[in-house]
């Protein structure tokens, strides 16, 4: 079982910026990989970006040189700092871990972000 809760989110203005954190725990010492995904009203979820164990990152297009996401495996801690926000970036950002040898996911319970134009 892996736990994850998420912080950071907020309401900005177009143009600004916000980090989102991921605490981890549990077995997280299985997870393969974690990612943000984001939701917007009346919209599917949607990948935002991921990151392996390895330091590898893989971002959606639409958020490509605004997003970074990073791991502090000694904190056991990822982060998704998002600058230049839009207004098409609102959401709630969910944090995923993904466990291999099982195939399952595990989701936090979400934090949601607004930006206002």
């Known amino acids: 079982q892996v736990q994850l809760v998420e912080s950071g989110g907020g309401l900005v203005q177009a143009g600004g910026s916000l980090r989102l954190s991921c605490s981890a725990s549990?077995?997280?010492?299985?997870?393969?990989?974690m990612g943000w995904y984001r939701q917007a009203p009346a919209k599917q979820r949607e990948l935002v970006a991921t990151?392996?164990?390895?330091?590898?990152?893989n971002y959606a297009d639409s958020v490509k040189g605004r997003f970074t996401i990073s791991r502090d495996n000694a904190e056991n801690t990822m982060h998704l700092q998002m600058n230049s926000l839009k207004p098409e970036d609102t959401g709630v950002y969910y944090c995923?871990?993904?466990?291999?040898?099982?195939?399952?996911?595990?989701w936090g319970q979400g934090t949601q972000v607004t930006v206002s134009s």
């Open positions: 995923n871990a993904f466990i291999g040898f099982t195939r399952k996911n595990y």
């Open positions: 549990g077995s997280i010492f299985s997870i393969n990989y």
């Open positions: 990151i392996t164990n390895g330091g590898s990152t």
